[in-house]
């Protein structure tokens, strides 16, 4: 079994900033790339950032310049600092965790922090 938990989810003013964090714990030999996804009331899940074990990140176009992804292998936590925050951004974020076991790839997903950007 695999826990995801996220936390730093909260309200904040546009232009503010907030720090989300997810930690994983359990049986999590075998974690590759981890991730922030975010879902707005009405709309699809969207990625937001992805960060390899090596530290490459790649970002959603919407966020790029103001969010940056980071993360601590040894603590197996990922990070989302997100800046300059628009009301645009308003949505629940999602942690997600991918692992791989020989050929057996694992997704596990936290249960999601609400992030409300006021105008």
């Known amino acids: 079994q695999v826990q995801v938990v996220e936390s730093g989810g909260g309200l904040v003013q546009s232009g503010g900033s907030l720090r989300l964090s997810c930690a994983a714990s359990g049986s999590i030999v075998g974690i590759n790339a981890m991730g922030w996804y975010r879902q707005a009331p009405g709309k699809q899940r969207e990625l937001v950032a992805t960060?390899?074990?090596?530290?490459?990140?790649t970002y959603a176009d919407a966020v790029k310049g103001r969010f940056t992804i980071s993360r601590d292998n040894a603590k197996n936590t990922v990070y989302l600092q997100m800046s300059i925050l628009k009301p645009e951004d308003t949505a629940v974020y999602y942690c997600?965790?991918?692992?791989?076991?020989?050929?057996?790839?694992?997704?596990?997903w936290g249960q999601g922090t609400q992030v409300t950007v006021s105008s």
């Open positions: 960060i390899t074990p090596g530290g490459r990140s």
């Open positions: 997600k965790v991918d692992r791989q076991i020989f050929s057996a790839k694992y997704e596990h």
